[in-house]
């Protein structure tokens, strides 16, 4: 499951205050709970105790989570997300420790949860509190906040993975365009940001004509509608992109394939466009093309604890920072199923004081 302990071990001498061997916590708090009613999947505000969360050995004061498009799967009854309802998704979580049976992370510091089977199958962060294993646990990079990591979130942790993949492989401004596709949606819109932050000159590709001006805030150099991923029948096309970020998978992964130039690599973490790939091996045998996989869920703790301190520093992303819109229980519903229509843009943060 998780990877490296990320915490350093508590001192002796301040072990036994910090691993608050008091798990007597019993606290009602409320949560955004999903519930199936005849087939139908249906999220309301409930009240629940901190004695129904599922065991692990830390209790996290969640104030923030952030939204993802696998939340509304979830919410929307996807049994290959959450298998039972009713159900509290949220697949991130940012907050205090409220108790530690291992001590590390400590119980009054600020954490970080994505990932793993939260908001899966453990109850997730569209509630104020949830429990699990503590090495699910990331400490909060220094001179972060729980909002802000949220901002980040999921989306942000994957788009760091992505450009991450594509700097291991060598890529670099000078070799030409990066491409980003599905680029007004939460991992697209930081990953468009980052890689211009980091001298790319950036093609965001969108189905969304009326976010050509925020994506060019980002810092893309150029908009380019769907259409230039649109399925065409030859196996090869001119190599416009050097590298290329892709999050929506299916026919616009395989067009975009057939698109980069000899040596380029494609990061790949998303479906939202079909998880089917239909492709020849000519741009692999040819072009010697590489399609880089992206996991976000499963990885070790510490390539996470890794791509969180590089956007708490070198990676911040302050145009992503100031854009993103904050909401409150009440309105998850509505945010969540713009995510099914392929609507959602930008980040969006549950802020649970709201
Ligand atoms: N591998 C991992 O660990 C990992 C982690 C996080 C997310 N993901 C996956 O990455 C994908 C993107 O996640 P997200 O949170 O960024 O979702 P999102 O906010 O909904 O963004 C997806 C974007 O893709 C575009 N799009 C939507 N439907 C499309 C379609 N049918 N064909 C082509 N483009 C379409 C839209 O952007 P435009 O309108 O700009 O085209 C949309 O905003 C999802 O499949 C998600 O499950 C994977």
Redesign the pocket.
């Known amino acids: 499951m998780a990877g490296a302990q990320c915490f350093p071990e508590p001192e002796d001498s301040v072990a036994d205050n910090k691993r608050g061997n008091t798990m007597t916590t019993n606290s009602e708090f409320k949560a955004w709970r999903v519930e199936e009613r005849d087939g139908e999947y249906q999220g309301s505000e409930q009240t629940l105790s901190t004695a129904d969360l599922s065991e692990g050995e830390v209790l996290i004061r969640v104030s923030h989570s952030s939204l993802?498009?696998?939340d509304a799967?979830s919410a929307s009854g996807n049994k290959g997300v959450t298998r039972s309802f009713p159900h509290t998704p949220g697949i991130d979580a940012a907050g205090e420790v409220v108790e530690s049976a291992t001590g590390a992370p400590a119980v009054g510091s600020q954490v970080i949860v994505t990932?793993y089977d939260l908001g899966m199958n453990t109850d997730g962060g569209f509630g104020e509190y949830i429990r699990v294993p503590a090495a699910w646990c990331v400490p909060m990079p220094s001179g972060w906040d729980a909002h802000t990591a949220m901002i980040y979130g999921?989306?942000g942790?994957?788009a760091g993975?992505c450009v991450g993949k594509l700097l291991k492989m060598g890529a670099s401004p000078e070799q030409g365009k990066v491409a980003v596709?599905?680029?007004?949606?939460?991992?697209?819109s930081v990953a468009v940001e980052l890689l211009a932050n980091l001298g790319f000159d950036v093609v965001?590709?969108?189905?969304?004509a009326d976010?050509a001006d925020s994506l060019k805030e980002l810092g893309a150099c150029e908009v380019v509608g769907?259409d230039a991923l649109t399925e065409e029948k030859k196996p090869l096309l001119k190599p416009v992109f050097a590298n290329a970020v892709d999050?929506?998978?299916?026919t616009?992964l395989a067009e975009l394939l057939k698109q980069i130039q000899p040596g380029g690599s494609v990061s790949c973490?998303?479906?939202?466009?079909?998880p089917q790939l239909s492709t020849t091996v000519l741009p692999f045998i040819l072009r010697g093309v590489n399609l880089l996989g992206?996991?976000?869920?499963e990885i070790p703790l510490a390539d996470k604890q890794a791509v969180w301190e590089k956007f708490a520093g070198e990676w911040k992303c302050p145009k992503t920072e100031a854009s993103a819109r904050d909401i409150g229980r009440a309105e998850l519903d509505e945010a969540l199923k713009a995510?099914l229509k392929?609507?959602?843009?930008g980040k969006i943060v549950l802020d649970h004081g709201r």
Not at 181 to 188: D, E, M
Not at 247 to 250: A, D, E, K, L, Q
């Open positions: 993802n498009y696998k799967l990932g999921t989306a942790l994957t993975l596709s599905g680029s007004s949606g939460a991992v697209g965001a590709i969108s189905g969304k976010h769907r999050t929506v998978g299916g616009p973490c998303g479906l939202v466009a079909g992206v996991d976000s869920v995510f392929g609507a959602s843009a």
